[in-house]
């Protein structure tokens, strides 16, 4: 069974930095497409970043392009999120997800779900 725990939000001010971590269970992160999503109060889930089949590269959403890096370590079987520069409008909890689409943007093309960590910027 697929098994996702992301950790390190927080309360960080705009400008800052934070690096998310999305830990797996076993094989998850070699075997299947990974990515992230977030979701603010009262709006829908909205895709990240995510990987390319090969793992080579990757998508970002264009709000996030140049500012977040995704990456992974397949032998600590986690995924990371990079978050530099953050503004006050990436506040969000912030979701890691498992699927079988690589580089899906879209939310119901991944299968599985962590429960989630709160980043909230402030100005």
């Known amino acids: 069974q697929v098994q996702l725990q992301e950790s390190g939000g927080g309360l960080v001010q705009a400008g800052d930095s934070l690096r998310l971590s999305c830990a797996a269970s076993?094989?998850?992160?070699?075997?299947?497409?990974m990515g992230w999503f977030r979701q603010a109060p009262g709006k829908e889930r909205n895709f990240v970043a995510a990987?390319?089949?090969?793992?080579?590269?990757?998508y970002y959403a264009d709000s996030v392009k140049g500012r977040f890096t995704i990456s992974r370590d397949n032998a600590k079987n986690t995924v990371y999120l990079q978050m530099n520069s953050l503004k006050p409008e990436d506040t969000a909890v912030y979701y890691c997800?498992?699927?079988?689409?690589?580089?899906?943007?879209?939310?119901?093309?991944?299968?599985?779900w962590g429960q989630g960590t709160q980043v909230t910027v402030s100005s």
């Open positions: 997800a498992a699927g079988s689409k690589y580089g899906s943007n879209w939310y119901r093309d991944y299968d599985y």
């Open positions: 076993l094989r998850t992160v070699s075997t299947y497409a």
């Open positions: 990987f390319s089949w090969s793992g080579g590269s990757s």
